[in-house]
């Protein structure tokens, strides 16, 4: 049970940090676009959402799981 248990915590872990990279990978090249062409910092979230989306599309298995 405790191996169990150890095996899921590390599968989240790993998935929750994957996010997190790609989301800030994506908000800082964001950032780095919005600050080059003058457009308010707020904007860059978006850029850490198209990322994050884009990501998480050519990781799944498939497209119908």
Do not use: E, H, Q, R
Not at 3 to 13: E, M, S, T, V, Y
């Amino acid at each position: 049970m405790i191996n169990f248990l150890k095996d899921l915590l590390k599968i989240g872990l790993s998935a929750i940090l994957k996010v997190v990279i790609f989301f800030g990978v994506g908000t800082g090249g964001g950032a780095i676009v919005c600050w080059y062409y003058s457009i308010p910092l707020g904007f860059s979230i978006i850029g850490g959402i198209l990322v994050l989306g884009i990501a998480l599309a050519l990781i799944s298995d498939s497209i119908f799981d």
